[in-house]
């Protein structure tokens, strides 16, 4: 069943004036079934954060719908959209977005202190994420006292504790050295295993190799995808790197005189 379906969506910026319009999304059409691990790959300037902001509802998109389990995000009234995205979506972001003035305890039950839980209710979720992304002796520490794969994994506990139908990670390992890349995305498997639906926008293809399906986009649309199958990490790793390299050939030769 597809939790997530963007169809014909587009997005035109026109400058203050209306002198000039960048067409940032053209017709783009994709599904995400339940479950299912998904990553988005392109070149700067291919759409992919304007995408992921429309995913996120945080912009509208100037044409098409985007359907979270049947609901259309373009017909949220913008006073229910911060609640909307705290009940039913969770972010990791590159910059781990963590507050500095509050321990990771409270930056991961921050969610929960929001939609109205209990003080029981947030001790018996915490506990059990936190163990599983083995921070759980370090919630009495603030972000500044850990290291980024600490505080990434503070964020993915953050992102799961409200149990969202969907994970939206934007560069989650931009951040990171390469062994706490290499943890941050073990972690992501086991939660996708476990029934969690991610949608994860990247550069790298080490960690795109870890999904299960990936979207290639160019101009604003979805030019090509990968699935898994039965590929190994490595074999997709492969199979991605050959990709980039054919688009990037094509655009070359679309450029040339």
Not at 89 to 118: A, M, R, T, Y
Not at 164 to 176: F, R
Not at 220 to 230: A, S, T
Request: proline share 3%.
């Amino acid at each position: 069943m597809s939790i997530l379906e963007v169809r014909n969506v587009s997005k035109v910026y026109t400058t203050r004036f209306g002198s000039a319009r960048v067409q940032a999304l053209s017709n783009m059409n994709f599904s995400v079934e339940e479950g299912e691990y998904v990553a988005i790959m392109g070149e700067s300037g291919s759409g992919k954060t304007t995408l992921l902001n429309i995913l996120a509802a945080l912009d509208k998109p100037t044409g098409g719908e985007v359907l979270l389990n049947g609901r259309d995000l373009t017909e949220i009234r913008e006073k229910e959209l911060s609640a909307f995205r705290r009940d039913n979506l969770g972010f990791v972001f590159q910059d781990f977005n963590l507050l500095d003035n509050f321990s990771l305890k409270d930056n991961i039950l921050l969610p929960l202190v929001l939609q109205g839980k209990s003080v029981a209710q947030m001790e018996q979720l915490i506990d059990p994420i936190a163990a599983r992304l083995g921070i759980q002796q370090l919630l009495a520490k603030y972000p500044y006292e850990v290291s980024g794969g600490q505080k990434q994994r503070t964020a993915v506990a953050r992102a799961i504790i409200t149990s969202p139908q969907l994970i939206l990670a934007d560069e989650p390992t931009g951040a990171l050295d390469s062994k706490a890349t290499a943890a941050l995305l073990k972690v992501f498997r086991e939660i996708n295993s476990d029934g969690q639906t991610i949608l994860m926008v990247t550069h790298s293809t080490d960690a795109a190799s870890h999904a299960d399906r990936i979207l290639f986009i160019k101009d604003g649309e979805v030019f090509h995808q990968l699935y898994r199958g039965n590929m190994t990490n490595e074999q997709l790793y492969v199979k991605i790197s050959d990709t980039l390299t054919m688009l990037t050939q094509k655009a070359v030769k679309v450029e040339a005189p």
